[in-house]
């Protein structure tokens, strides 16, 4: 196998949180509540099902064929030709994902932190430092996620205390006002970050104990969905039917909060710790990439071809779209609906087809022996 390295299922839970999290944490209370208003705290409950479902699909798959990733196994279940078709979408696909989220980061650092710092100098040097990551292996990032995720949780749960005073709850009164459509609208948006869960797919096959996948990919679904709800009713909470005029509303939550006079402008602390789940995040879909690359040309180690997609990446990132307004453009209307096909659907196709060729094969050694 290209990889040598071995993670637990728990592991693979703790690097997927940060995976989906550190970036939904600032687009989705805007864009839920754009399309939600009130019931924006509904939407990820709703979209959580696509997440579910994915995990599901990922687990099946690999149970049938549990060395293989979803470029291996593609190739497999609609023949060669197809399916190497089938893995070059799905190589695209994760290279425009890893160009979201660099653009996403590249851009929150410059418009909220350091907007004198040249967008490539941010992007190149966290792209070296995940490079470096990504040769070290899936080992490696289950070990940087095992220290940095607990970190993570623990800030961001310190600031939805913090903000506990402030908080208005009648703000999100009265629920379903215009029924549920509102929210099932709200969900579409969402819908691209749970079905990053087909992520797992690359790492099944590299599981110690494989027979927890499932469990823990369930659980890591659960974490997501209730982190997005608790979020989103905080922001709604907090500024109201004004979230919606807000870029980065957790941004502007976190500002809000003061104590006295010794507990004030605390946003570099939170830059720090989400820089750090989001270099979980850049580095784990850059594996994917690597690793996805090197099986569909057949090489014997993904090392290869690490620095190369590196600065394919940073061509990509600087490159597609000039400003943040061209971004947001892409992630409401173009990325829920080709996320939701390749990440969900797709994957979903390929079981049904799996299944069906094997209860074809079943039934004519069935026959043969009778």
């Given at each position: 196998?290209?990889?040598?390295?071995?993670?637990?299922a728990s592991q693979m839970g703790i690097m997927m949180y940060p995976t989906i999290v550190a970036t939904?944490?600032?687009?989705?209370?805007?864009?839920?509540?754009?399309?939600?208003?009130?019931?924006?705290?509904?939407?990820?409950?709703?979209?959580?099902?696509?997440?579910?479902?994915?995990?599901?699909?990922?687990?099946?798959?690999?149970?049938?064929?549990?060395?293989?990733?979803?470029?291996?196994?593609?190739?497999?279940?609609?023949?060669?030709?197809?399916?190497?078709?089938?893995?070059?979408?799905?190589?695209?696909?994760?290279?425009?994902?890893?160009?979201?989220?660099?653009?996403?980061?590249?851009?929150?650092?410059?418009?909220?932190?350091?907007?004198?710092?040249?967008?490539?100098?941010?992007?190149?040097?966290?792209?070296?430092?995940?490079?470096?990551?990504?040769?070290?292996?899936?080992?490696?990032?289950?070990?940087?996620?095992?220290?940095?995720?607990?970190?993570?949780?623990?800030?961001?749960?310190?600031?939805?205390?913090?903000?506990?005073?402030?908080?208005?709850?009648?703000?999100?009164?009265?629920?379903?006002?215009?029924?549920?459509?509102?929210?099932?609208?709200?969900?579409?948006?969402?819908?691209?970050?749970?079905?990053?869960?087909?992520?797992?797919?690359?790492?099944?096959?590299?599981?110690?104990?494989?027979?927890?996948?499932?469990?823990?990919?369930?659980i890591t679904v659960i974490a997501t969905m209730v982190t997005m709800a608790v979020i989103n009713l905080?922001?709604?909470?907090?500024?109201?039917?004004?979230?919606?005029?807000?870029?980065?509303?957790?941004?502007?939550?976190?500002?809000?909060?003061?104590?006295?006079?010794?507990?004030?402008?605390?946003?570099?602390?939170?830059?720090?710790?989400?820089?750090?789940?989001?270099?979980?995040?850049?580095?784990?879909?850059?594996?994917?990439?690597?690793?996805?690359?090197?099986?569909?040309?057949?090489?014997?180690?993904?090392?290869?071809?690490?620095?190369?997609?590196?600065?394919?990446?940073?061509?990509?990132?600087?490159?597609?779209?000039?400003?943040?307004?061209?971004?947001?453009?892409?992630?409401?209307?173009?990325?829920?609906?080709?996320?939701?096909?390749?990440?969900?659907?797709?994957?979903?196709?390929?079981?049904?087809?799996?299944?069906?060729?094997?209860?074809?094969?079943?039934?004519?050694?069935?026959?043969?022996?009778?």
């Open positions: 196998m290209i990889e040598k390295g071995k993670i637990s939904a944490l600032l687009w989705i209370p805007e864009a839920t509540a754009t399309k939600a208003g009130r019931d924006m705290w509904i939407s990820p409950i709703l979209a959580s099902l696509a997440g579910f479902l994915t995990v599901y699909v990922a687990v099946r798959l690999n149970k049938m064929y549990p060395k293989e990733t979803i470029i291996q196994y593609s190739e497999h279940i609609v023949g060669r030709i197809l399916g190497k078709c089938i893995g070059f979408v799905y190589l695209l696909f994760f290279l425009q994902l890893e160009w979201i989220v660099m653009r996403e980061y590249g851009e929150v650092m410059v418009g909220q932190f350091l907007p004198r710092t040249p967008l490539i100098v941010i992007l190149g040097s966290m792209l070296l430092i995940c490079a470096f990551a990504v040769r070290g292996g899936l080992e490696v990032l289950g070990r940087a996620a095992q220290f940095f995720v607990p970190l993570f949780i623990l800030v961001f749960g310190a600031i939805t205390l913090l903000l506990v005073p402030d908080l208005e709850p009648e703000n999100m009164l009265p629920v379903l006002e215009k029924g549920i459509l509102p929210a099932i609208l709200g969900a579409v948006e969402p819908l691209k970050w749970f079905g990053e869960f087909i992520v797992i797919s690359f790492m099944l096959p590299f599981l110690t104990d494989r027979e927890r996948g499932m469990t823990w990919g369930m905080v922001v709604l909470w907090l500024f109201g039917e004004i979230t919606t005029s807000l870029t980065y509303p957790l941004v502007e939550a976190v500002r809000y909060i003061s104590m006295g006079d010794f507990l004030e402008h605390i946003e570099s602390l939170v830059m720090t710790i989400w820089v750090a789940g989001t270099f979980v995040n850049i580095a784990v879909i850059y594996y994917v990439l690597a690793l996805g690359t090197a099986q569909w040309l057949n090489l014997a180690d993904y090392r290869s071809v690490v620095f190369p997609i590196g600065m394919l990446l940073i061509v990509t990132c600087i490159w597609p779209t000039p400003n943040l307004a061209d971004l947001a453009v892409y992630l409401k209307i173009i990325a829920p609906i080709i996320g939701i096909f390749i990440q969900t659907l797709l994957p979903l196709l390929l079981l049904i087809i799996a299944v069906i060729r094997k209860q074809v094969a079943n039934g004519g050694r069935a026959m043969q022996k009778g």
